[in-house]
């Protein structure tokens, strides 16, 4: 057999009885009836999971993403669930881009109720801060932190307040509560939007709009593939993981890496009305990654 046969057969393996990968999934609802939502990287597969989940309790779907292709498909198949969708192609690093499309948004929509910042990057060349490009460095800040997420907030927060209250989601990352070598631009990004959590909590309280986030554990990269922290895990003898430090799945105790759906059920949560008092929390959905050590010392 072929590794990269073994690799797909172990992939199958451990996510074998995975509630929505192929157990089946009967999704959560909440009353989300004909609020607005608006997910960022909507394409991809924490917000494609989030927008048919959304969809699914009501709400109606605006999908922004950079992939054409798989953005079309995301709206067409909420529609084909009974659900309402629509596309937009939007990219988060474009500030004057993203201002057109809010604008345009509530144009088609009316309104915005709900607001999951879900898109960004990790670029950078995997080296200390010393030896760190510094543009990549910037791109990280730039299109996770000061474009994507505050600029992208300021523009929705006037109409969420005129609305008379919302809900705003970030993702953040596990590496936004803990910290990971070689990736200083993608950590300091992610450990702002916890601290941007929270102070946007404490300011806009008050209008009735609540901000929460996400912090995903490692996912396999859109359609199947895994990222490059993976590259470090066995799966030809997958148990030996559970011996070797030096593999990323040593430090997780799930043994495996996350499914979209895990995510999905914690922002469903975050927009509903179940969520009313809850604001100004950062939440690791991670298989216990962030928890503790995971040897025997």
Known sequence: MKKADRKTDTFEQIFAGVYGYN?????????LNQRVAIITGGAGMIGGAVAELLAASGARIVLWDINDERGAAEEQKIIESGGEAKYYPVDIADRAGMAAAVSQVVADFGCIDILFANAGVNTGNRQPVTEFD?????????????GGTVFLT???LPHMMARGGGSIIFTSSVCGVTGLRLQCGFVASKFAICALTRSLALEYARYNIRVNTLAPGSLPQPYGKL???WDTCDFE????????????????PARRPAYPTEMAGLVLYFASDDASYTTGQVVCVDGGWTAGFSGDY
Do not use: G
Request: proline content about 7%; cysteine-free.
């Open 227 to 229: 990222n490059f922290l």
């Open 134 to 146: 510094s543009d990549l460095f910037d791109q990280n800040i730039d299109v996770n932190l000061s």
């Open 23 to 31: 157990r089946p999934y009967i999704p959560m609802k909440a009353d």
């Open 237 to 252: 003898n997958y148990d030996q993981n559970f011996t070797n430090p030096a593999s990323i799945v040593y430090d997780i």
């Open 154 to 156: 300021r523009q929705v």
